[in-house]
């Protein structure tokens, strides 16, 4: 069974910061690995997508990197603001579930100015 | 471009109702899942509807139920609502089974069940 572990559960750092999450998942069959953003009571937003033959994607100021055979994902996010807080999600898709996301319990960051 | 929509946005119920939610996905998709998330938890698998039918489930009990139509929205029905079904309950949708392309979420309906 596929688990998915977020460390740290909480960050909190002062804005313009460069700051790394990490995601790690124990079954390195995987499709694709999803990052998403949830603001407080709101649903998900994807933020990048990595397929299982990517190393990494790049959106802005987001650089998302996989290393299946660890099975392990960083999310980096450059010059963080204010505006980046929020709950920061990773999920798997992998042989043995099929299309459905497996998630981590994410990392709650706080952003300070 | 409407992207997923869910209604309602909040809801309370008492312990023993039945609840219905429902959700209609992003203009252009066809597959339809829906999740759980517990206060300060990931969200957990329920089921998946594609082409009006159950595709994949999650390890949810039978309390827990859908139904996708023609027009690919969907419901989620919950019967003999428990505290413990107190949560985020969020609809995502996709284009085909949604490993080659990102998941859509809507915003979610928040159930309390009193």
């Known amino acids: 069974k596929q688990e998915v572990t977020q460390i740290p559960a909480a960050l909190s750092v002062p804005e313009g910061e460069n700051l790394v999450l990490n995601c790690s998942f124990t079954d390195s069959a995987i499709y694709n690995l999803q990052w998403f953003r949830q603001d407080p009571g709101k649903g998900l937003t994807s933020l990048l997508l990595i397929q299982s033959s990517q190393r990494e994607q790049t959106s802005g100021r987001l650089n998302a990197s996989l290393d299946k055979s660890s099975g392990r994902s960083t999310l980096y996010i450059a010059a963080s603001q204010p505006g980046d807080s929020a709950t920061y999600l990773c999920a798997v898709n992998d042989w043995t579930s099929g299309s459905r996301l497996t998630f981590g319990e994410g990392t709650q960051l706080t952003v300070n100015p | 471009d409407a992207g997923v929509t869910q209604s309602p946005t909040h809801l309370i119920k008492t312990r023993g109702q039945q609840v219905t939610l429902r959700c209609s996905p992003k203009s252009g998709h066809d597959t339809v899942s829906w999740y759980q998330q517990a206060l300060g938890q990931g969200p957990q698998f329920i089921f998946q509807?594609?082409?009006?039918?159950?595709?994949q489930r999650g390890n949810f009990p039978d309390r827990f139920s859908g139904h996708q139509f023609p027009n690919y929205s969907s419901e989620l029905n919950v019967n003999a609502l428990l505290l413990g079904d107190s949560a985020l309950y969020l609809c995502a949708s996709s284009l085909g089974d949604g490993v080659r392309s990102p998941l859509h979420f809507g915003n979610g309906t928040r159930l309390t069940v009193t």
């Open positions: 509807y594609y082409e009006e039918e159950e595709r």
